[in-house]
């Protein structure tokens, strides 16, 4: 679910930072309700990473079409749960849990898999939501168009 709150905020704000700051509150949050889960710091890595990948192909193109949503947004999950993985593995994993996995890389690789499932999850919530007619605005709307737009998304995930 976490490449789900990325891709979303991603979609909806299209500026660079915006999964970054979303992977920084989570982790505040995290840290909140479980002080030791110094292991939720691969999520804040994977959440900069998944934010400069989709940058550097940029907004206009990843979001153009859905065949593009799927072609950028499933990558960029899949690059940076492995990116997590890894960060994990190499600092935060104890050695006997990391050999029963394959290693780092065997552990980067599970939440590479982890990653493909979030990104999938994510294209088909931006599909859906764009499909009912809840689409990226610049901000220049009414509070009545903002009212309307609302509902749809709400009738449509109903």
Same mark, same amino acid.
Request: without cysteine; aromatic residues 10%; glycine residues 12%.
């Given at each position: 679910m976490g490449f789900c709150a990325l891709a979303l905020t991603v979609w909806w704000t299209r500026k660079l930072g915006s999964a970054t700051m979303v992977g920084l509150i989570a982790t505040i949050i995290n840290f909140? #309700?479980?002080?030791?889960?110094? #292991?939720? %710091?691969?999520?804040? @890595?994977?959440?900069?990473?998944?934010? &400069?990948? =989709?940058? /550097? =192909? !940029?907004?206009? !193109? /990843?979001?153009?079409? !859905?065949?593009?949503?799927?072609?950028? /947004?499933?990558?960029?999950?899949? %690059?940076?749960?492995?990116?997590?993985? &890894?960060? =994990?593995?190499t600092f935060f994993m104890a050695a006997p849990a990391l050999l029963k996995w394959g290693g780092?890389? +065997?552990? @980067?690789? %599970?939440? @590479?898999? +982890? +990653?493909?499932?979030?990104?999938i999850l994510a294209f088909t919530l931006i599909a859906t939501v764009a499909r009912a007619g809840f689409s990226y605005r610049n901000g220049n709307e009414s509070g009545r168009d903002k009212h309307f737009r609302a509902r749809r998304l709400e009738r449509a995930l109903l």
């Open positions: 909140i #309700i479980n002080p030791a889960g110094v #292991i939720f %710091l691969g999520f804040t @890595a994977a959440s900069v990473i998944f934010d &400069l990948v =989709i940058w /550097v =192909i !940029r907004y206009d !193109r /990843v979001f153009q079409k !859905r065949t593009h949503v799927a072609a950028s /947004v499933i990558p960029a999950s899949f %690059l940076s749960a492995a990116v997590a993985g &890894l960060v =994990i593995g780092v890389l +065997g552990w @980067a690789a %599970l939440h @590479a898999a +982890g +990653g493909v499932v979030g990104g």
